[in-house]
């Protein structure tokens, strides 16, 4: 059976998020993504308005891809966004959230700012998440920068994450974009982008990831192990 009649015969439809269902992806990720995501299920990451703001803004960009059932229903998603060289709004947006926003982010409340602080430690001080140094060194104008990989519990181990990624690629290479990079923090999409042949370039073990007092930051990452970050060139 050829891989596109796979998808067929199971009913599933790809195609790229309209924004017109932004309030659908989130209750998605909610739904299945928070909740067993080992950084935001230790922290125990509920709806708040920061996450919606972040996550839904992806879903106008053009670059996410979302999986659905014959209903018409959300089966999974790879939320994605294209990064320009030249866009001074996507840096002083990286800088506010990097830089700034873990200083003031007591105001939004003490759970609040203690996951800021955690997540800030762990993406941009240990990962060096900062995408805008990958420009030179990639000599690329456009970068795809992975937000999300994401499926319903119903279709759990039918490949349909490795097929999100590969048409994100895709998607990716017809935006412009010569290279993508992510931070996989399950041990499921790890093995995804492994297979993708995405390099590991960062790696933190769970197991080290710990506070002064020797006290790990994130207590329930259950079988994941390693929160790590991935480049892959999107060669023609």
């Known amino acids: 059976m050829a891989y596109t009649d796979k998808w067929d015969e199971l009913g599933i439809t790809f195609s790229v998020i309209p924004a017109d269902r932004k309030e659908e992806v989130l209750l998605f990720l909610y739904d299945n993504f928070f909740l067993d995501e080992p950084i935001t299920r230790s922290l125990n990451v509920t709806r708040y308005w920061i996450v919606d703001l972040l996550y839904g803004e992806n879903v106008k960009g053009g670059a996410s891809i979302m999986a659905t059932d014959r209903s018409g229903k959300i089966m999974g998603l790879r939320l994605a966004e294209v990064i320009h060289k030249n866009s001074w709004f996507s840096w002083l947006l990286d800088t506010f959230m990097g830089t700034v926003l873990p200083k003031i982010a007591w105001i939004l409340g003490r759970k609040w700012d203690r996951i800021i602080y955690i997540v800030n430690l762990l993406?941009?001080?240990?990962?060096?998440?900062?995408?805008w140094p990958m420009f030179e060194e990639f000599n690329c104008e456009k970068i795809l920068n992975d937000i999300c990989l994401s499926t319903s519990k119903e279709s759990a181990g039918n490949g349909l994450g490795t097929e999100?990624?590969?048409r994100s690629e895709v998607l990716g290479k017809e935006?412009?974009?010569k290279v993508t990079t992510v931070i996989a923090s399950g041990l499921y999409s790890g093995k995804i982008f492994s297979r993708r042949g995405y390099v590991s370039v960062k790696e933190v073990l769970y197991a080290d990831f710990k506070d002064e007092k020797g006290e790990l930051y994130l207590k329930d990452t259950r079988e994941h192990t390693t929160c790590v970050?991935?480049?892959?060139?999107?060669?023609?």
């Open 123 to 131: 993406m941009e001080g240990l990962l060096e998440k900062n995408i």
């Open 164 to 166: 999100l990624v590969r």
């Open 175 to 177: 935006l412009g974009c």
């Open 229 to 236: 970050k991935y480049i892959k060139q999107l060669n023609d």
